[in-house]
Nanobody, 120 residues
Framework: QVQLVESGGGSVQAGGSLRLSCTAS?????MGWFRQALGEKREGVAG????????YYPDSVKGRFTISRDVAKNTVYLQINGLKPEDTAMYYC????????????????WGRGTQVTVSS
C-alpha cells in the first residue's frame, strides 16, 4: 500500500505562487496532482512519469502549473504561479503503479489532500 503525504497548501492572494510537495512511501511509475473544489468534480491538473519525467497537463492549467519530481526522495512537486480565485480547492497527490501517467486516467493511491485558498 503506497502512502502519500502532501504539504505546502495555504491561503494566498491572487497572483501569488505556491509550491506543493508530496512524498510517497515507495517508488511508483506515475505521480499526479488532482484538485476538487467544493461542489465540483475532481480534476486532474498534472501528471508525471517518474522515470522519464514526461509530464501531462490539461489545457486549463498549462503555463501556470509545473510538476516536477525528485526520484531519490520519491517526492513530486507542483509549482503553481499566477494563482486565481478559481484555483481554490483541495489538492490531492496521487500515484499510479502501471500504464500511462495522464491524469485523465484513474490513479491507484491517494493522499489526504492539502487546501489551497486564493483570495481576490
Amino acid at each position: 500500500q503506497v502512502q502519500l503525504v502532501e504539504s505546502g497548501g495555504g491561503s494566498v492572494q491572487a497572483g501569488g505562487s505556491l509550491r506543493l510537495s508530496c512524498t510517497a512511501s515507495e517508488y511508483t511509475r506515475c505521480m499526479g496532482w488532482f484538485r476538487q473544489a467544493l461542489g465540483e468534480k475532481r480534476e486532474g491538473v498534472a501528471g508525471i512519469y517518474t522515470d522519464g519525467g514526461i509530464t501531462y497537463y490539461p489545457d486549463s492549467v498549462k503555463g501556470r502549473f509545473t510538476i516536477s519530481r525528485d526520484v531519490a526522495k520519491n517526492t513530486v512537486y507542483l509549482q503553481i504561479n499566477g494563482l486565481k480565485p478559481e484555483d481554490t480547492a483541495m489538492y490531492y497527490c496521487a500515484a499510479r503503479t502501471g500504464g500511462a501517467c495522464n491524469v485523465i486516467l484513474d490513479y491507484n493511491y491517494w493522499g489526504r489532500g492539502t487546501q489551497v485558498t486564493v483570495s481576490s
